[in-house]
């Protein structure tokens, strides 16, 4: 084969590649939607699916197996382009109460007021307990321990109330900030940066902090 025949079939097939990848990436968008609009993975049928990504369900089963495998990239899809970019900028932050202010307040407001499909998400991160979803629950459990070391660090230097339990205060900021999918109006955004300073203030103020 020659040269330009060789170059033809690599742009043949790279073409191929990415237009099936723009192609997964519409159907996990769209049942993102669906999960949220329908409250749910239990909710969703591939049906659903695919009337709202307007395919057949032998093209869905083509790129993606199951509904498990689908439920498992659209989680994996967000925790690529949200949670893991937020966790290594604060795993990467040394002074642990500049660490607990960046934590509380990015996750607030670059995450949780902004993607309002994590109310339904992060809910089946941990009913679904097969092992297909392990390491989507493995990578939420780095950012509770993050979180736990941080509160540790803080109350040994003496700048935490030292009665409180890491663990505990731990789950109640988590609770308290993913809380806010439930009740924020998503469709506006002019008071997400008071939001963010207030959910640091309330931390501050919960763990006593010095």
């Not at 339990?165 to 997400?192: C, H, Q």
Request: proline share 3%; with cysteine.
């Amino acid at each position: 084969m020659g040269r330009k025949k060789k170059e033809k079939k690599v742009e043949h097939k790279n073409r191929r590649e990415s237009a099936s990848q723009k192609k997964k990436a519409k159907i996990i968008s769209t049942t993102m939607q669906l999960l949220l609009k329908k409250g749910g993975s239990t909710s969703t049928s591939t049906s659903d699916v695919c009337a709202a990504a307007k395919l057949t369900r032998p093209t869905l089963y083509h790129y993606f197996g199951s509904k498990r495998n689908l439920l498992l990239s659209v989680h994996m899809d967000s925790i690529e382009k949200t949670l893991k970019p937020y966790l290594n900028e604060a795993s990467s932050i040394k002074n642990p109460s500049e660490r607990l202010n960046y934590m509380v307040y990015t996750f607030t407001k670059e995450i949780i007021c902004k993607h309002p499909e994590l109310r339904v998400l992060i809910h089946d991160t941990f009913s679904m307990k097969d092992k297909y979803f392990k390491e989507v629950r493995e990578i939420w459990k780095e950012h509770y321990r993050l979180l736990k070391d941080t509160i540790t660090e803080l109350q040994s230097e003496g700048r935490i109330d030292p009665s409180i339990k890491p663990s505990w205060a731990t789950l109640f900021v988590l609770g308290m900030l993913t809380w806010i999918t439930y009740w924020l109006d998503y469709s506006r955004n002019d008071e997400l940066e008071e939001l963010a300073q207030h959910a640091v203030k309330i931390v501050h103020s919960g763990l006593s902090m010095k």
